[in-house]
């Protein structure tokens, strides 16, 4: 069974640019949620998504971010006009039923 | 709203001493509890976990935390350490039935000293 997988691994974007970051869920998982880690900090919460539902976006900053789990593929984080603030490590992970989450690998974004 | 305090954010111990890794959480409902561990470049690994149940919970290498609901806390605590042991180790709190997002703490660095 494979696990989460993230792509891409490493993300360079200019400023103003924009950035999509996928996240192909476990086999059988519906849940998904992403974080992001800024450096010497933990991981923050950002959106929780079933299928085609956001159920929490309460962590995702108001502007630029956005978040989808369409019923075929797989989850994108989309952050337009990128700042250099946005620099960090993205990581999503998924449940099955909520509890226990799996993570991927992240992905590493750095904007220029 | 809930909270994660690891208090140490970083501990070193030499290779086979014990070590605790200290957790508390604040929180006005109940709770589900997680340790994870973070090596270099990496994602994050479940090391284990609290759902229900006995308050003892162990990992196949060696790990284990207790979860003490009167003391707000979640200790993890190994008896005797390996290099290998080396690494980032969160703990994380989530509630409402345990579907949402999970609250993390700031994180321990785990330095296994030769």
């Known amino acids: 069974n494979a696990g989460v997988m993230q792509n891409p691994r490493h993300l360079v974007r200019r400023r103003g640019q924009e950035a999509r970051l996928r996240c192909s869920p476990m086999?059988?998982?519906?849940?998904v949620y992403w974080y992001r880690q800024l450096p010497e900090e933990g991981l923050k919460f950002m959106v929780y998504l079933q299928k085609e539902n956001i159920i929490d976006e309460s962590g995702m900053p108001k502007e630029r971010f956005s978040a989808e789990f369409p019923k075929e593929g797989p989850s994108i984080l989309r952050i337009q006009q990128v700042v250099r603030g946005d620099s960090a490590a993205y990581f999503c992970?998924?449940?099955?039923?909520?509890?226990?989450?799996?993570f991927g690998p992240g992905t590493r974004l750095t904007v220029t | 709203a809930q909270s994660v305090t690891q208090l140490d954010s970083q501990v070193p111990v030499f290779e086979e001493a014990p070590v605790e890794l200290r957790c508390n959480y604040s929180?006005?409902?109940?709770?589900?509890l997680f340790w994870y561990v973070q090596y270099p470049n990496q994602g994050l690994q479940l090391l284990l976990k609290y759902l229900s149940g006995s308050t003892l919970v162990e990992s196949i290498n060696g790990f284990e935390a207790e979860f003490n609901k009167s003391q707000t806390s979640f200790h993890l605590r190994k008896p005797s350490v390996h290099i290998s042991d080396t690494a980032e180790y969160f703990c994380?709190?989530?509630?409402?039935?345990?579907?949402?997002?999970?609250?993390f703490g700031k994180g321990t660095h785990l330095i296994i000293q030769p």
């Open positions: 992970a998924s449940s099955p039923r909520g509890h226990e989450q799996y």
């Open positions: 929180s006005s409902v109940s709770v589900y």
């Open positions: 086999k059988g998982h519906s849940h």
């Open positions: 994380a709190v989530s509630s409402g039935g345990g579907a949402d997002g999970l609250t």
